[in-house]
Nanobody, 119 residues
């Protein structure tokens, strides 16, 4: 019923850039907080960036100055602009959103998109 679909991942060389997108679709009444997480092999999923209330944002220390989160509310889409990518940024990136449907609020996850930074 509700889906989050990420796109934009791929293979990029160190120092390169990628722009990830996450579009929500389905029977959506409203969308609250939206965020990006990532998970590398053998590691726990970690927060990358998120919108909290309104347009306020939080960033993980390891991406500050390099990544930017943005959203287009009208399109139910959140973006992650990733610049100056490093090999340690290699991970599966997931979007997450608080979404209201006719039955109430819930937390939803996308399937993830692979980002590989390697020369």
């Amino acid at each position: 019923q509700v889906q989050l679909v990420e796109s934009g991942g791929g293979l990029v060389q160190p120092g390169g850039s990628l722009r990830l997108s996450c579009a929500a679709s389905g029977s959506i009444s409203s969308i609250g907080a939206m965020a990006w997480y990532r998970q590398a092999p053998e590691k726990q999923r970690e927060l990358v960036a998120r919108f909290t209330t309104g347009t306020f944002t939080n960033y993980a220390d390891f991406v500050k100055g390099r990544f930017t989160i943005a959203k287009d509310t009208a399109k139910n889409t959140v973006y992650l602009q990733m610049n100056t990518l490093k090999p340690e940024d290699t991970a599966v990136y997931y979007c997450n959103a608080a979404i209201q449907t006719t039955t109430g609020w819930g937390s939803y996850w996308g399937q993830g998109t692979q980002v590989t930074v390697s020369s």
